[in-house]
């Protein structure tokens, strides 16, 4: 049965009188919520998992966003900050994650309005009302909403709404075409994200074969860095595995008004076909399997390969490597809301209202219309998904828009419905989100992948990713343009 919202939730209910709003996740669209409704004098909590605001930002610190500091900034959060004797930076600097971290999240998370409202390494494993399940209706709008939060100390934390902005960075997506995790665990190999290639995870990557997997901004940026490597690291090499026939939504971005991302794609564009990079298209994975044969890599140390199978227009095919990059996008963790009534679009798991607004088939990030909390209302009175998380499996994502939703958020739990209502927000024109132009443009020529008999030299087992590096990227993190983790924009 679809339940829809007819009317705001009471926030004049005596059991909800004097409970807080409860924010999950202090990334730059979580921390902006909490402005936002302490600008309008609410109680506010906010729960990170990780040990710093913005800890999944700090997984990327060494890429270095596509927009400038004047898209990445809140207007409340700014207020806050000026407050305290904040200096903005140059409003048309690009800034890397560990610039976004050290002049703006950082410090608006210690201002003395937020800093008392955060509560680190506090992960909310679940969401549901107090002493009732999802099934129950009677009087749900003015029960307390229940978290559990595991600090070290499981405990229980009531609120009188829910704003989960938890992103997506820490759910990518399976390797798998099918979209299935592996039933016996990923190799060692297979690395997620934005790894630093040509700073902390260099000793990785130098003179190794790396298999980079999407057709996105994340895996452009990944393909460029293993480019710069291979200029220093005599018998680096690269390939490129796409599903589709063509990977036009990168490289075709001539109409895109960013400039640094408009020409991410001519640059990967000029490496296939100057052969520097193998693109291997219409290869649908199936498995990854760790090779038993141990090879001596450039380091003289035995180590073991991967082999990645999967279909090439039909037809079985393997292709061997040393690393996997996995850069085939993320997905909502919805495990945590299960007792929550969600209602979600059936193809991209955001909110119902607005999944064919963001629809990556129709829409690249530009063209996504404004939106607040009509198209983010849930059939659960009182709670939202905002941010990254929001829009589900679409990689379309833009900070400012996520900073528009929770203004209007705000606003609704205000009981300001009018202002709530009213969205505005200016986006730059894009043609490289979208996924319908991949059908018509016309494919990159390759060569034939054949199954290879001999593994290609391995590489040791990764360790964890290494924070400090600031070496540049071209890329923001995450999906076909975007950030996966609410925490920066295209």
């Not at 207007?75 to 903005?88: N, Y």
């Not at 900070?399 to 009213?422: C, F, K, N, W």
Request: charged share 20%.
């Amino acid at each position: 049965m679809t339940m829809t919202l007819a009317v705001p939730p009471r926030a004049s209910s005596p059991r909800l009188a004097g409970l807080p709003i409860a924010v999950i996740g202090a990334g730059p669209v979580g921390l902006a919520a909490a402005a936002h409704l302490l600008e309008r004098g609410h109680e506010v909590v906010v729960f990170e998992s990780g040990d710093r605001p913005g800890s999944a930002v700090a997984e990327w610190a060494h890429v270095r966003l596509f927009s400038p500091w004047e898209s990445l900034l809140d207007r409340a959060s700014v207020r806050l900050l000026e407050a305290a004797g904040w200096t903005s930076p140059d409003p048309a600097d690009s800034p890397t994650g560990a610039e976004l971290l050290s002049r703006y999240l950082l410090p608006l998370a210690a201002t003395p309005a937020l800093s008392r409202c955060l509560r680190l390494n506090s992960r909310v494993t679940a969401v549901s009302r107090q002493g009732m399940d999802r099934t129950r209706s009677t009087a749900r709008a003015d029960t307390p909403f229940l978290l559990r939060v595991d600090d070290g100390n499981p405990t229980d934390v009531a609120a009188r709404a829910v704003i989960d902005t938890a992103g997506t960075w820490r759910s990518p997506n399976p390797l798998s075409s099918s979209g299935l995790e592996s039933e016996t665990g990923t190799p060692a190999g297979v690395l997620t994200g934005l790894p630093d290639v040509l700073g902390g995870d260099r000793h990785r990557f130098a003179g190794r074969h790396t298999l980079v997997v999407g057709a996105g901004h994340s895996a452009a940026a990944t393909l460029l860095a293993l480019d710069r490597l291979a200029e220093s690291a005599p018998g680096t090499r690269i390939s490129w595995a796409i599903r589709g026939e063509s990977a036009a939504r990168i490289l075709t971005g001539d109409d895109d008004q960013v400039p640094g991302r408009a020409s991410i794609g001519r640059r990967v564009d000029a490496l296939v076909r100057s052969g520097r990079l193998t693109l291997i298209d219409r290869f649908e994975i199936d498995t990854v399997e760790q090779l038993e044969t141990a090879l001596i890599g450039v380091t003289g140390v035995p180590t073991p390969g991967l082999r990645v199978h999967g279909r090439r227009a039909g037809e079985s095919a393997a292709v061997d490597c040393d690393l996997v990059v996995n850069a085939t996008g993320f997905r909502p963790d919805l495990a945590m809301l299960r007792e929550i009534r969600l209602g979600l679009d059936d193809i991209v798991e955001a909110p119902r209202a607005l999944g064919p607004l963001i629809d990556p088939n129709l829409h690249s990030c530009g063209t996504v219309p404004p939106h607040g909390v009509v198209e983010l209302t849930h059939p659960e009175p009182g709670f939202y998904i905002a941010g990254m998380k929001s829009y589900g499996r679409a990689p379309t994502f833009l900070l400012a828009t996520g900073y528009e939703q929770v203004r209007s958020i705000a606003d609704e739990l205000s009981g300001r419905h009018e202002a709530a209502r009213t969205v505005e927000l200016t986006l730059p024109a894009t043609g490289v989100c979208s996924t319908s132009i991949a059908a018509s443009a016309p494919a990159v020529p390759t060569p034939a992948v054949p199954t290879p008999a001999v593994p290609t030299p391995a590489v040791p087992t990764p360790t964890a990713p290494t924070i400090a590096s600031t070496t540049p990227s071209t890329c923001a993190p995450g999906g076909s343009c975007c950030t996966p983790d609410d925490a920066t924009c295209c």
